[in-house]
């Protein structure tokens, strides 16, 4: 039986938004292909521990705060592996490869035309999606009023929304969407739609968002490969917060995280495998998917669900 090894990962950016990524060299499993920094958990080690150390040897960085992310199980044909990846909030020093390795700062959206190990797909993608993610309320008979709202949420910065409009008659939300995206898309925003993926056709929008009951009908991947998946799953698996080491000021601590439970994640990428979900820990994502929790719904709010912070409600 192959061993599990267990790699902290470290996903780190500039202020300028830059992410940073390393050149694995050619003598290694899976050299010469770019990737995202970090190490093995040594024995007796936590993540955390383990994210600083094997950061500071190779780069030069010293970690003060960081997150989980997402955390991937992968199975090469020769070894077994766990990505525990963790977004590091804060940091000091000048980094290089102390090795001598390649490394560099890139765009976010250009990690999808780098060369990554299979595994690090995934990272890709959670790297890529925004930290909040806003799922409308029911439209309600005041479409106007519903779009002014909206245009003011868009305002504020929001990049991901998800159309949920289940009372509409199909031709009423075709023609809601269509105003939605045309919205949406004049201020850089994606839109996910909730509802059939045959709509598509009709309606220009990023990417479908699947009901649990459409996703267990479905026997492959419905929509392109371009475009964004998301889907509905539960889970009664909660994860832990990560320790905060309050005595101790002065030492770096992995941040606080809420007590809510943790989005799961469906293979929405590969959807021929039967096991539909999987837990994660913090934001979790596949290669061109994502995955949130339902939220509950009230008409007087437009609700923005984040991915590893509590919940924020915004007054329509």
């Not at 060369?115 to 909040?132: D, E, G, M, R, Y």
Request: proline share 7%; aromatic share 4%.
């Amino acid at each position: 039986m192959t061993n599990l090894i267990h790699v902290a990962v470290a996903v780190i950016r500039n202020p300028a938004g830059q992410v940073f990524i390393t050149l694995r060299p050619e003598h290694v499993h899976q050299g010469g292909l770019w990737e995202f920094p970090g190490g093995k958990v040594e024995k007796g080690e936590s993540v955390f521990e383990a994210l600083r150390r094997e950061i500071h040897e190779e780069n030069a960085i010293d970690i003060q705060r960081a997150r989980p992310l997402i955390k991937i199980p992968f199975r090469y044909p020769d070894k077994q592996v766990l990505l525990d990846v963790w977004e590091v909030l804060e940091f000091s020093g000048t980094a290089h490869g102390r090795e001598g390795q390649a490394c560099r700062w890139v765009n976010a959206g250009e990690l999808s035309q780098i060369a990554f190990p299979a595994a690090n797909k995934a990272i890709i993608t959670a790297v890529q999606l925004p930290a909040v993610y806003l799922i409308t309320p029911e439209p309600g008979a005041n479409t106007q009023d519903f779009l002014q709202q909206l245009e003011s949420r868009l305002a504020s910065g929001i990049t991901l929304l998800q159309l949920r409009a289940k009372h509409l008659e199909s031709d009423h939300y075709i023609h809601l969407a269509n105003e939605v995206v045309e919205l949406c898309h004049r201020y850089h925003a994606s839109v996910l739609l909730n509802h059939d993926p045959a709509v598509l056709a009709k309606v220009p929008a990023d990417g479908i968002h699947l009901t649990a009951r459409r996703l267990m009908q479905l026997e492959g991947r419905p929509i392109a490969e371009s475009l964004w998946l998301a889907a509905s799953c539960s889970t009664k698996h909660a994860s832990a917060a990560p320790r905060d080491n309050a005595s101790k000021p002065s030492t770096p601590v992995p941040a606080k995280r809420s007590r809510q439970r943790a989005p799961t994640t469906a293979s929405c990428n590969q959807l021929n495998s039967v096991s539909r979900t999987r837990s994660g820990v913090g934001r979790t994502a596949v290669q061109s998917g994502i995955s949130m929790r339902r939220p509950r719904h009230s008409p007087a709010t437009i609700r923005m669900r984040p991915c590893t912070r509590a919940t924020l409600r915004l007054t329509m």
